[in-house]
């Protein structure tokens, strides 16, 4: 009986325990009785099929999606703050993580586990924080996380583009406050077809490598891809199929919304002065802010310093008056003034703040070979943007090495092209620490390096790492690294195809209800500046030859645009791109054919496999003094070729120098398979005894099995001195050591051959040799 009540109330406590998870649970929304996991089959236009369902993982969070396609699996969940933390942005933060447990791998790291986030996973997480960013309305302000975590990944099926669809769908079934869903493809472009969704093995095939992502009415939300020099009549076209196709994906979501989704919650108007403030602040501020947007004389810091002073003015003045007001509102309100004067300025006459038409370029200059030591160097001017880029050329072992996960999503192991990108604090006039390279950095190396390598010749002897500092910046640096970038390679002697330029395309939009299909007015930008970037709605950076496009990329700040802004902004990146390039080879053209000292060679060493010993030192000794003193190395393709690469000329006369005298040899004589030849002994080992057949042989080793028919221990039993001479029977080299095979015991019986002597400096004739053999095999036979 005692036993029944101790066991009735420890049941009864772990009732009670579990009672606040239980609550936990209804209030995230689902029931511990309905464990159902809604699903929807999407069916593109190719036949494959995306499926996404929701409700079995992590139930916790606010909204959950997994999407599935081929084999691969990709988990997004979305979570969001219940209290806003008062701040004037949205605080959006999108992690992808790329787990080699998914793909059945273990991480090389000494740790063995995943450590910081990758190049990948950063350039990936940007992908979708840029496809969903735009969607959110203007007032919600709480934070925000998106965390993208591959469950699966198969050897098909890229994760990158199903983790957008992914945040979309996890949104959209959510009750964060969204304005989706967004649907996104992948684009590939074989034999002038464009492919929905490649896989890897179609990818490698392809000329084409284009992200769309869209939104409701065919509206184009972000753009990211890079083309082998792929016409702007082919990008068009797959922009055009990619927002078709991601409609089947919105519409998918849609109805899982429908069915599942959950009630957004609603959004808390953030504070703002009355409209007696705001006109105040328009009365004050509105004549001296179109004079500084009219004098073309400001650069980027003067205008800016005309601008914090009309902004410190009026701030003072409206709170004089309304000293109930909160300074921190007056500033946004003249912040949001100040957006909408400068976008109505430029739609009114089309004028921009430097004076500048809305297709003209600034001021392009440009310069190469700025210091001898460097392989490649380059620098571009574009109005108050600089950029330093130089060439290092290394050997082929200096490539990069991609971990295992992204060496499987990326469909190679090394990289001998890579491109880093740096932006310094002082190039805008800012103190700021100077350590790990951030995300912003990231993806503007990342853009760039796209829209270089397709003038990368594919074989290329040479290891390439281009840097690209920013020294200035006023908008546009990654579009600046290619042109840089691009007369740099150049300069260095590597034989691009032809020179790539990059442009920023910007545009300013008017509508109304939030509606940007229907467009009442809109201005596209070429060339675009800092400030026009900050108060525009799309930065969009186009990247290319004459020939056709190698990198695009779209960033917009509204909810979409219609495919006709994006063809015209398409267009005006082609006409931009051709006014840089005839700048660039005019630069370029009259430098190009010059041959620099400082510039590395490679060559070839083919040896014989005798000499690999010789050549090689006990463990690598001698092609380590070599390194270290000549800065040359030696890199082994085969059994007796070796590739040499040099870092310059004089180093590689050097080395051939220190080559031939570590393998001067006097010339090896000819030796005749099953030949006889006369033998000077010139050691005596327990295991046999050393030989040389000409004066610079080295010694090889006569064995003890083949000195005699009988069987001996050691040579002092046949009486052999050292000095003395013997004849042997030649058998060739070994095929695996390279080492002589030589025999005495098949001579001893009735001559075969005749008896050659290599020593020339002997005085001792055949004959006498011949005699002296006789005796030895007489000897011998004692």
Same mark, same amino acid.
């Given at each position: 009986?005692?036993?029944?009540?101790?066991?009735?109330?420890?049941?009864?406590?772990?009732?009670?325990?579990?009672?606040?998870?239980?609550?936990?649970?209804?209030?995230?929304?689902?029931?511990?009785?309905?464990?159902?996991?809604?699903?929807?089959?999407?069916?593109?236009?190719?036949?494959?099929?995306?499926?996404?369902?929701?409700?079995?993982?992590?139930?916790?969070?606010?909204?959950?999606?997994?999407?599935?396609?081929?084999?691969?699996?990709?988990?997004?969940?979305?979570?969001?703050?219940?209290?806003?933390?008062?701040?004037?942005?949205?605080?959006?933060?999108?992690?992808?993580?790329?787990?080699?447990?998914?793909?059945?791998?273990?991480?090389?790291?000494?740790?063995?586990?995943?450590?910081?986030?990758?190049?990948?996973?950063?350039?990936?997480?940007?992908?979708?924080?840029?496809?969903?960013?735009?969607?959110?309305?203007?007032?919600?302000?709480?934070?925000?996380?998106?965390?993208?975590?591959?469950?699966?990944?198969?050897?098909?099926?890229?994760?990158?583009?199903?983790?957008?669809?992914?945040?979309?769908?996890? /949104?959209?079934?959510?009750?964060?406050?969204?304005?989706?869903?967004?649907?996104?493809?992948?684009?590939?472009?074989?034999?002038?077809?464009?492919?929905?969704?490649?896989?890897?093995?179609?990818?490698?095939?392809?000329?084409?490598?284009?992200?769309?992502?869209?939104?409701?009415?065919?509206?184009?939300?972000?753009?990211?891809?890079?083309?082998?020099?792929?016409?702007?009549?082919?990008?068009?076209?797959?922009?055009?199929?990619?927002?078709?196709?991601?409609?089947?994906?919105?519409?998918?979501?849609?109805?899982?919304?429908?069915?599942?989704?959950?009630?957004?919650?609603?959004?808390?108007?953030?504070?703002?002065?009355?409209?007696?403030?705001?006109?105040?602040?328009?009365?004050?501020?509105?004549?001296?802010?179109?004079?500084?947007?009219?004098?073309?004389?400001?650069?980027?810091?003067?205008?800016?310093?005309?601008?914090?002073?009309?902004?410190?003015?009026?701030?003072?003045?409206?709170?004089?008056?309304?000293?109930?007001?909160?300074?921190?509102?007056?500033?946004?309100?003249?912040?949001?003034?100040?957006?909408?004067?400068?976008?109505?300025?430029?739609?009114?006459?089309?004028?921009?703040?430097?004076?500048?038409?809305?297709?003209?370029?600034?001021?392009?200059?440009?310069?190469?070979?700025?210091?001898?030591?460097?392989?490649?160097?380059? /620098?571009?001017?574009?109005?108050?943007?600089?950029?330093?880029?130089?060439?290092?050329?290394?050997?082929?072992?200096?490539?990069?090495?991609?971990?295992?996960?992204?060496?499987?999503?990326?469909?190679?192991?090394?990289?001998?092209?890579?491109?880093?990108?740096?932006?310094?604090?002082?190039?805008?006039?800012?103190?700021?620490?100077?350590?790990?390279?951030?995300?912003?950095?990231?993806?503007?190396?990342?853009?760039?390096?796209?829209?270089?390598?397709?003038?990368?010749?594919?074989?290329?002897?040479?290891?390439?790492?281009?840097?690209?500092?920013?020294?200035?910046?006023?908008?546009?640096?990654?579009?600046?690294?290619?042109?840089?970038?691009?007369?740099?390679?150049?300069?260095?002697?590597?034989?691009?195809?032809?020179?790539?330029?990059?442009?920023?395309?910007?545009?300013?939009?008017?509508?109304?209800?939030?509606?940007?299909?229907?467009?009442?007015?809109?201005?596209?930008?070429?060339?675009?500046?800092?400030?026009?970037?900050?108060?525009?709605?799309?930065?969009?950076?186009?990247?290319?030859?004459?020939?056709?496009?190698?990198?695009?990329?779209?960033?917009?700040?509204?909810?979409?645009?219609? /495919?006709?802004?994006?063809?015209?902004?398409?267009?005006?990146?082609?006409?931009?791109?051709?006014?840089?390039?005839?700048?660039?080879?005019?630069?370029?053209?009259?430098?190009?054919?010059?041959?620099?000292?400082?510039?590395?060679?490679?060559?070839?060493?083919?040896?014989?496999?005798?000499?690999?010993?010789?050549?090689?030192?006990?463990?690598?000794?001698?092609?380590?003094?070599?390194?270290?003193?000549?800065?040359?190395?030696?890199?082994?393709?085969?059994?007796?070729?070796?590739?040499?690469?040099?870092?310059?000329?004089?180093?590689?006369?050097?080395?051939?120098?220190?080559?031939?005298?570590?393998?001067?040899?006097?010339?090896?004589?000819?030796?005749?398979?099953?030949?006889?030849?006369?033998?000077?002994?010139?050691?005596?080992?327990?295991?046999?005894?050393?030989?040389?057949?000409?004066?610079?042989?080295?010694?090889?080793?006569?064995?003890?099995?083949?000195?005699?028919?009988?069987?001996?221990?050691?040579?002092?039993?046949?009486?052999?001195?050292?000095?003395?001479?013997?004849?042997?029977?030649?058998?060739?080299?070994?095929?695996?050591?390279?080492?002589?095979?030589?025999?005495?015991?098949?001579?001893?019986?009735?001559?075969?051959?005749?008896?050659?002597?290599?020593?020339?400096?002997?005085?001792?004739?055949?004959?006498?040799?011949?005699?002296?053999?006789?005796?030895?095999?007489?000897?011998?036979?004692?």
């Amino acid at each position: 009986m005692l036993h029944q009540i101790t066991g009735l109330h420890q049941c009864r406590r772990k009732i009670f325990a579990a009672l606040p998870h239980i609550h936990s649970v209804r209030r995230r929304g689902f029931s511990v009785a309905q464990l159902e996991t809604p699903e929807v089959d999407i069916a593109l236009s190719t036949g494959r099929v995306v499926r996404i369902s929701s409700g079995k993982y992590a139930r916790f969070a606010d909204g959950c999606a997994v999407v599935t396609i081929g084999d691969t699996a990709v988990m997004v969940t979305a979570v969001a703050r219940q209290k806003s933390q008062n701040t004037s942005f949205l605080p959006l933060v999108v992690d992808y993580r790329q787990k080699s447990a998914a793909a059945g791998r273990i991480p090389t790291n000494f740790l063995r586990r995943e450590l910081g986030p990758s190049e990948k996973e950063i350039l990936s997480a940007r992908l979708v924080d840029r496809s969903i960013r735009p969607l959110f309305p203007a007032d919600f302000r709480l934070d925000t996380q998106i965390v993208c975590n591959m469950l699966a990944i198969d050897s098909s099926n890229p994760p990158d583009v199903q983790a957008i669809n992914g945040a979309s769908a996890a /949104l959209a079934l959510s009750d964060i406050p969204w304005n989706g869903p967004v649907g996104a493809v992948r684009l590939g472009l074989v034999d002038n077809e464009v492919i929905v969704n490649p896989t890897r093995r179609e990818m490698q095939l392809s000329a084409l490598d284009l992200v769309v992502t869209a939104t409701r009415q065919n509206l184009v939300v972000m753009l990211e891809g890079r083309g082998n020099v792929v016409n702007e009549n082919e990008i068009r076209m797959a922009i055009k199929r990619g927002t078709k196709e991601a409609q089947l994906i919105i519409n998918g979501i849609e109805r899982l919304q429908k069915t599942h989704g959950k009630a957004k919650r609603p959004i808390e108007p953030s504070p703002t002065v009355d409209e007696e403030i705001a006109g105040a602040v328009r009365t004050m501020a509105e004549m001296r802010l179109r004079e500084i947007f009219r004098d073309f004389t400001h650069d980027k810091f003067s205008r800016d310093q005309a601008v914090s002073k009309t902004r410190t003015d009026t701030i003072d003045k409206v709170w004089s008056s309304y000293p109930t007001a909160d300074p921190g509102l007056i500033s946004e309100a003249f912040n949001k003034f100040t957006r909408s004067v400068f976008r109505e300025m430029l739609l009114e006459d089309g004028v921009r703040c430097d004076g500048r038409g809305l297709d003209d370029l600034r001021t392009i200059s440009c310069s190469v070979n700025l210091h001898k030591p460097l392989h490649g160097s380059a /620098l571009f001017q574009r109005g108050q943007t600089q950029v330093f880029s130089t060439v290092a050329l290394d050997s082929p072992e200096s490539a990069l090495r991609l971990d295992p996960v992204t060496s499987l999503d990326a469909g190679m192991k090394s990289k001998n092209f890579f491109l880093h990108y740096e932006f310094p604090p002082y190039a805008t006039g800012e103190t700021g620490k100077i350590g790990p390279i951030g995300r912003r950095e990231i993806g503007h190396g990342a853009l760039a390096e796209k829209g270089l390598v397709p003038i990368i010749p594919a074989e290329h002897p040479f290891t390439i790492r281009l840097t690209s500092e920013v020294l200035e910046s006023n908008g546009s640096s990654s579009m600046a690294t290619v042109c840089a970038g691009s007369m740099a390679l150049m300069d260095a002697g590597v034989p691009v195809t032809e020179a790539a330029a990059g442009v920023a395309i910007g545009l300013v939009t008017k509508y109304e209800n939030n509606d940007t299909k229907h467009l009442l007015d809109y201005r596209i930008l070429s060339d675009l500046l800092g400030i026009e970037d900050y108060m525009g709605d799309m930065d969009m950076k186009v990247a290319g030859t004459r020939r056709g496009i190698t990198a695009i990329q779209a960033d917009l700040k509204i909810p979409g645009i219609p /495919l006709k802004v994006v063809m015209e902004a398409l267009q005006k990146s082609m006409e931009a791109r051709f006014k840089i390039l005839d700048i660039m080879d005019g630069t370029i053209g009259a430098t190009r054919t010059i041959k620099k000292d400082c510039w590395p060679v490679t060559d070839r060493l083919v040896i014989e496999p005798s000499q690999r010993s010789r050549l090689l030192g006990p463990g690598g000794v001698n092609l380590r003094r070599l390194y270290l003193e000549t800065g040359v190395q030696l890199t082994q393709e085969d059994e007796t070729s070796f590739r040499i690469f040099a870092p310059s000329e004089a180093a590689m006369h050097e080395a051939k120098e220190h080559l031939e005298e570590l393998l001067k040899t006097e010339k090896i004589p000819d030796l005749e398979f099953g030949a006889i030849y006369t033998a000077k002994i010139v050691e005596l080992r327990d295991t046999g005894v050393m030989v040389t057949l000409y004066p610079s042989m080295p010694p090889t080793l006569l064995h003890n099995s083949q000195l005699d028919q009988r069987k001996i221990a050691h040579p002092n039993a046949l009486g052999l001195p050292v000095g003395s001479e013997i004849q042997v029977k030649y058998f060739g080299r070994d095929p695996v050591s390279g080492f002589m095979r030589l025999s005495r015991k098949v001579l001893q019986g009735p001559a075969t051959a005749m008896i050659r002597n290599l020593d020339r400096t002997s005085s001792s004739s055949s004959n006498s040799s011949s005699s002296s053999s006789g005796g030895s095999n007489g000897d011998a036979k004692t």
